[in-house]
């Protein structure tokens, strides 16, 4: 299996620009997180979806942050608009879980690092 | 106070010494993980854990349910060891994150 994939690995944008983040789950994989880290405040859960459902989006910064899961293979992230604060490395992961208790290992994508200037 | 905590924060040792990581937390959970970024920034799960003890070659994990404490060791330590290790906290759906402790091992 080729892990999890995110995409893009890098990106640098403009504050005010709209920015897409990918990631594709590991097939079989039923729960995906997105995380985002920062010097400042570390590995910070944004969003958790299960079967495809947004379970947990406490960790949603704001209203500028959306996070869809259209089908068990793909997942996005977006920003619209833009802010330097944003800047950050953005984290997939996902894992097999049971109902709707997470009970699985976790398995990470590389990141997409995003920078806004 | 935060729900969980990492000791120490930066540990510097010499390669072949012993390593211990320790991550107190204060909420119930369902299971606990050890997590390892190196420094090009990919994260590995290392262990999960919801009791006892684990062990993978040179790494062993506990954990300690009443106590609320879990432990990482890292025997006969190698400067490849050199990474954050995170803990991070397993709840019904909600997963909260150590600051990490910094580990170089040095040859």
């Known amino acids: 299996d080729a892990g999890v994939i995110q995409s893009p690995r890098h990106e640098v944008t403009e504050m005010g620009q709209e920015v897409t983040l990918r990631c594709k789950p590991i097939?079989?994989?039923?729960?995906l997180f997105w995380y985002r880290q920062t010097m400042m405040r570390g590995l910070e859960l944004l969003i958790y979806?299960?079967?495809?459902?947004?379970?947990?989006d406490s960790g949603m910064p704001e209203d500028r942050f959306s996070a869809k899961m259209p089908n068990a293979s793909f997942s996005t992230l977006k920003i619209q608009p833009s802010e330097p604060r944003d800047s950050a490395v953005y984290f997939c992961?996902?894992?097999?879980?049971?109902?709707?208790?997470?009970?699985?290992?976790?398995?990470f994508g590389e990141g997409s690092r995003l920078t806004v200037l | 106070k935060n729900e969980v905590e990492q000791s120490p924060q930066n540990l510097t040792a010499q390669e072949g010494e012993f390593i211990t990581i320790n991550c107190s937390y204060s909420?119930?959970?369902?299971?606990l993980h050890w997590l390892q970024q190196h420094p090009g920034g990919g994260i590995v799960s290392l262990f999960m854990?919801?009791?006892g003890k684990k062990k993978h070659g040179r790494l062993i994990a506990t954990i300690n349910i009443q106590e609320k404490h879990s432990s990482l060791h890292i025997t006969a330590s190698h400067p490849r060891d050199s990474a954050v290790y995170i803990c991070?906290?397993?709840?019904?759906?909600?997963?909260?994150f150590g600051q990490g402790t910094r580990l170089t091992i040095n040859p």
């Open positions: 992961a996902t894992s097999r879980t049971s109902g709707s208790r997470h009970t699985g290992e976790l398995f």
């Open positions: 854990l919801s009791s």
């Open positions: 097939s079989g994989h039923n729960s």
């Open positions: 979806f299960n079967n495809n459902v947004p379970i947990d």
């Open positions: 991070s906290l397993q709840g019904a759906q909600k997963l909260v």
């Open positions: 909420v119930g959970i369902s299971a």
